[in-house]
């Protein structure tokens, strides 16, 4: 056997790397990056400000409209059970007014002076001194240059048609004949309806000497949108009281007079205008800063009762006898 020559190819082979390379497969594309999310419009602060102090005025018109609507009547109810009872203690103490003078001034406003019954409604209504604005929100008004039911003369009680309890929405309902009940510090006396007048309606010929009636006055026309005065004419049906003193037709002041509004509250409105617009910037900035609920947790009552107030005192400059 040679020991030489070339080596067999198997030994040629050795160390060599046998294996099958296999070829990489392409990468699957790169999904695209998202799109970052639109960036938002940048706040104006003048708009948003504006929509708040603008949501704060409906809130407040809304409380306008609940004060003449809701809370008036509960004013109203209250009033007239604190006047009843004081009333009925002056009845009993015989102290009641029968007159519209008091030591030769005129009774203060507000003073109850009758109880006014109408069966037919079932209207019990504690009459007070006075027919302004303000003191019409109490109840029906006695007009101070006439005498007290009872008494000779004709004696006229103003009432409202809608707000604060509307007293005398239904009075022009009554028909003739209708029974109207009036208990003063002299006594009860009774009348009898005559019929209903509006404007432009002849006026009844005065009652002759020794006879008394009674007239009750109203709006007219729409609840909220009276256009001029409605009355009621009654004939008294029982003796006549003696009529002690008269009030001078200057001794009523203007705002007492039918349809007049209260001037005297331009003051106390501009005065809670002031506080509830201070109060509802600071309801906005609470907003800006703290945050949307807490805003809402303060402002509501706050606001509420300040709307409710001022609102109160705006329903003094309306008719007195809406």
Same mark, same amino acid.
């Given at each position: 056997?040679? +020991?030489?020559? %070339?080596? =067999?190819?198997?030994?040629? #082979?050795?160390?060599?790397?046998?294996?099958?390379?296999?070829?990489?497969?392409?990468?699957?594309?790169?999904?695209?990056?998202?799109?970052?999310?639109?960036?938002?419009?940048?706040?104006?602060?003048?708009?948003?400000?504006?929509?708040?102090?603008?949501?704060?005025?409906?809130?407040?018109?809304?409380?306008?409209?609940?004060?003449?609507?809701?809370?008036?009547?509960?004013?109203?109810?209250?009033?007239?059970? %604190?006047?009843?009872?004081? $009333?009925?203690?002056?009845?009993?103490?015989?102290?009641?007014?029968?007159?519209?003078?008091?030591?030769?001034?005129?009774?203060?406003?507000?003073?109850?002076?009758?109880?006014?019954?109408?069966?037919? $409604?079932?209207?019990?209504?504690?009459?007070?001194?006075?027919? #302004?604005?303000?003191?019409?929100?109490?109840?029906?008004?006695?007009?101070?240059?006439?005498?007290?039911?009872?008494?000779?003369?004709?004696?006229? *009680? @103003?009432?409202?048609?809608?707000?604060?309890?509307?007293?005398?929405?239904?009075?022009?309902?009554?028909?003739?004949?209708?029974?109207? *009940?009036?208990?003063?510090?002299?006594?009860?006396?009774?009348?009898?309806?005559?019929?209903?007048?509006?404007?432009?309606?002849?006026?009844?010929?005065?009652?002759?000497?020794?006879?008394?009636?009674?007239?009750?006055?109203?709006?007219?026309?729409?609840? $909220?949108?009276?256009?001029?005065?409605?009355?009621?004419?009654?004939?008294?049906? %029982?003796?006549?009281?003696?009529? =002690?003193?008269?009030?001078?037709? $200057?001794?009523?002041?203007?705002?007492?007079?039918?349809?007049?509004?209260?001037?005297?509250?331009?003051?106390?409105?501009?005065?809670?205008?002031?506080?509830?617009?201070?109060?509802?910037?600071?309801?906005? @900035?609470?907003?800006? +800063?703290?945050?949307?609920?807490?805003?809402?947790? *303060?402002?509501?009552?706050?606001?509420?009762?300040?709307?409710? %107030?001022?609102?109160?005192?705006?329903?003094?400059?309306?008719?007195?006898?809406?």
């Amino acid at each position: 056997m040679r +020991r030489g020559g %070339t080596a =067999p190819a198997h030994a040629a #082979s050795e160390g060599k790397d046998t294996r099958v390379t296999v070829l990489d497969q392409p990468a699957p594309p790169l999904a695209p990056d998202p799109l970052p999310p639109p960036a938002a419009p940048p706040e104006r602060s003048g708009l948003v400000l504006a929509g708040q102090m603008l949501g704060i005025l409906g809130a407040v018109l809304l409380c306008f409209v609940a004060q003449l609507v809701l809370f008036g009547a509960l004013k109203h109810e209250r009033d007239q059970n %604190t006047a009843y009872t004081d $009333f009925r203690a002056r009845l009993a103490n015989a102290v009641a007014p029968v007159g519209g003078l008091a030591d030769g001034r005129l009774l203060a406003s507000g003073t109850p002076v009758a109880i006014l019954e109408i069966p037919r $409604f079932g209207i019990q209504e504690v009459v007070s001194e006075g027919t #302004s604005a303000r003191t019409l929100k109490s109840g029906p008004g006695h007009v101070r240059n006439t005498p007290l039911p009872g008494q000779p003369g004709t004696s006229v *009680i @103003y009432g409202r048609k809608a707000a604060y309890g509307g007293p005398f929405a239904m009075i022009d309902m009554l028909r003739s004949g209708d029974l109207i *009940i009036v208990t003063t510090g002299q006594g009860e006396s009774r009348y009898s309806v005559q019929g209903v007048r509006r404007a432009n309606d002849k006026e009844r010929p005065a009652p002759g000497a020794g006879k008394g009636r009674l007239t009750l006055a109203t709006a007219d026309g729409s609840f $909220f949108l009276p256009t001029d005065v409605l009355r009621v004419d009654a004939t008294l049906t %029982t003796e006549v009281r003696e009529r =002690p003193g008269s009030v001078p037709a $200057f001794a009523v002041p203007d705002d007492e007079r039918a349809m007049a509004g209260d001037e005297s509250a331009l003051v106390p409105i501009a005065l809670w205008t002031l506080i509830l617009a201070a109060a509802a910037v600071a309801v906005v @900035y609470v907003r800006q +800063r703290v945050g949307r609920w807490h805003a809402w947790v *303060i402002g509501i009552p706050v606001l509420g009762v300040l709307g409710v %107030t001022l609102a109160d005192q705006a329903a003094a400059l309306l008719p007195n006898l809406m």
